[in-house]
């Protein structure tokens, strides 16, 4: 047991006396070289390559399907649109934080604590007396949302593992484009979620951040291997896109506004990758570059994407890739990398649970309690991929849900709470209030989208299997 990490003894007698919370000590879940403030702390390479990693995940492959749902116009202007506007409410965020921090005296808010603070010092009685529900709400939307992408994880690796397995037979040396083959999957998808199960119920058994840093080494590896096979084969003989549609439909729009939501997944970070830096005021420069790559980066693959393939744009970009074993090493590559990032995005919902868990029993129950609660939890990462096996529409359902609250709402709606005593300008908030109108009807519309279409016959021509590959 000593990958685990954990000194239950001296955690059990602490617990009332963190400085941090749960939640707040989950938030560095990217690296074992976060430390806390005062110590060496992260450089500005360092910040921005976990910036980098944990914005860059699943979403990224689904950018050329959602580009489809928006149009071959309105979904690149969208997408830059949708990218500014989460980075202008990440530095709202970060402003907030800072400000709450210099009125309480206090070295760190997080996200969380940004949000009950905010609530505690608001004119209105009732929102005072209720604050702590707004710690519990981002608490709940951080615990649905990296649950949702582990959920998403799962899918994802199921789909790859099951067409490079069925399609071993028929793979060749030879890159040509993918031709459509009308194959009868040999085994259920779902049996390839329940083959992965057991492997990441014993990955995320490892606590331990100094071992995991090695796998997320090896995640970074092999994502940026796929990726540059990814962009080498969709820049090669891009048919002319006279064919593809400038603007979709309102109600694909819908699905694309999740799914492009989605994909900007590091706005729970910011505030603790800030303060881990040795250097916090340098902060910015690295959120504006770091943002600025992973939105070129999003454009470039989600339009070079759809235009490579077109209406037979899969879920995953990684399923239009040509039956040879190079291609097939992308995916594998990339579902290598998705493995041990899982542990990486897991570490959010478990730090946050297991605590409280843990303490509500006697120490000689604590480890069995922790296991199970980890088992349990990815148990329930593989029950809602099997109930739920559209990678395309689940993306987008999260993406409305929770990622455009956190994204979009809460900042905006923080600012308002914490500046509008304080001479905020017109000009401010009527901004804020039209950025939480728009995350709102997004939330609202693309949730009702996303279910409709979950409610729906699955069409094997659409979905993310490999019955039928297009």
């Known amino acids: 047991m000593s990958l685990l990490g954990r000194d239950y003894n001296s955690e059990l007698n602490s617990l009332d006396n963190r400085s941090q919370s749960p939640s707040e000590s989950s938030s560095s879940i990217t690296s074992e070289n976060v430390h806390p403030a005062g110590e060496a702390g992260l450089s500005t390479m360092q910040t921005l390559i976990h910036l980098l990693k944990c914005n860059i995940g ?12 928006a149009g071959l116009l309105v979904g690149p202007v969208s997408l830059l649109a949708i990218g500014v506007l989460t980075v202008h409410c990440m530095v709202i965020l970060l402003n907030c934080a800072q400000h709450l921090s210099q009125r309480l005296q206090k070295t760190f808010v997080n996200y969380e604590e940004a949000t009950m603070y905010s609530l505690e010092t608001c004119p209105n009685t009732w929102l005072r007396t209720h604050a702590v529900w707004g710690r519990y709400t981002v608490s709940f939307l ?10 998403v994880y799962f899918m994802f690796m199921a789909d790859n593992l099951q067409q490079m397995v069925e399609e071993a037979h028929v793979t060749s040396n030879i890159c040509q484009p993918r031709e459509t083959l009308a194959l009868t999957p040999i085994l259920d998808i779902r049996f390839y979620m329940l083959t992965i199960l057991p ?20 995640a970074n590896i092999t994502t940026v291997g796929s990726m540059a096979l990814i962009f080498e084969y969709i820049m090669q003989g891009i048919p002319y896109p006279s064919n593809l549609p400038l603007m979709a439909n309102w109600k694909t729009f819908l699905l694309f506004f999740g799914t492009a939501i989605f994909t900007f997944e590091g706005v729970g970070m910011v505030l603790p990758l800030k303060n881990q830096m040795k250097h916090p005021q340098q902060f910015s420069f690295v959120l504006y570059l770091g943002m600025s790559i992973v939105i070129i980066l999003y454009i470039f693959l989600g339009t070079l994407g759809y235009m490579k393939f077109g209406s037979d744009t899969q879920a995953s970009i990684t399923l239009n890739l040509p039956n040879c074993w190079l291609y097939q090493s992308v995916k594998l590559m990339y579902s290598i990398g998705i493995f041990f990032t899982y542990a990486l995005q897991f570490h959010v919902p478990a730090e946050i649970i297991i605590p409280f868990a843990v303490s509500q029993v006697s120490e000689s129950w604590a480890l069995f309690v922790d296991l199970s609660v980890r088992s349990a939890l990815v148990c329930l990462t593989c029950v809602s991929a099997i109930l739920i096996p559209r990678l395309d529409l689940v993306i987008s359902l999260l993406g409305s849900v929770s990622s455009s609250a956190l994204a979009l709402i809460i900042p905006a709606l923080l600012e308002i709470v914490i500046f509008y005593s304080e001479d905020m300008s017109c000009v401010t908030l009527a901004k804020d209030i039209m950025i939480s109108i728009l995350g709102l009807l997004g939330c609202i519309f693309g949730t009702y989208q996303a279910l409709y279409e979950l409610t729906q016959p699955i069409n094997h021509s659409m979905a993310n299997s490999t019955g039928v590959y297009a």
Request: hydrophobic fraction near 60%; aromatic fraction near 10%.
């Open 58 to 69: 699943t979403g990224l492959l689904g950018l050329p399907l959602a580009m489809k749902n």
């Open 142 to 151: 951080l615990i649905i949302t990296q649950l949702g992408f582990c959920s």
């Open 199 to 218: 492997f990441l119920i014993l990955l995320v058994f490892i606590q331990n951040l100094k071992v995991l840093s090695v796998f997320s080494t090896l």
